[in-house]
């Protein structure tokens, strides 16, 4: 079992850290102390592990602040925090893809930067969906295509429009699938 390393999080070293566990801290810092008797001295704050609160978008998100007394916090995705300090700032055309599709498994060894057609080959690798179809549906969608059914009969049949039906059998939905 690998050990957890933390390294300072671009823009925010000497604040916060993430770890190849795929966890987020604030570090130990000093803080002075000003007493009502004009005494002050400087205490160590220890550092903490960032509790997360979900996004919309399922991903794990946590808020930094750039100064102590910052008003606002700025909310990140976990995964983007621990590629960017680990593996560095994401390549354009390029998105964070989970290995075993799990939005929640941060560890380093889990994310990488990839197309988003790898990231949606992972997600079906692993038996999971993207949208209302599976990859087995997809591909029974466009044999039926072939054999003539109309795309009005077959979007009733899988609970989609005939639209997205339309953009199976155009290519532009799961053109990379071959059946």
Known sequence: MMAEIWKDIPGYEGRYQASTKGRIRGVDRQQAVVYKDGRSESRLLKGRVLSTCPGSNGYPYVGLRKARDAD???FYPVPHLVALTFIGPRPDGLVICHADGNKN??????L????????????YRIGGKC??????QVKDIKQRLARGESKSSLGRAFGVSKTAIYYIAKGEHFGWLNI
């Open 105 to 110: 498994n941060n560890r380093l060894e889990n």
């Open 72 to 74: 606002n916090a700025t």
């Open 131 to 136: 949208g209302k179809l599976s990859i087995e």
């Open 112 to 123: 990488r930067y990839d197309t988003q057609t790898e990231n949606l080959l992972d997600i």
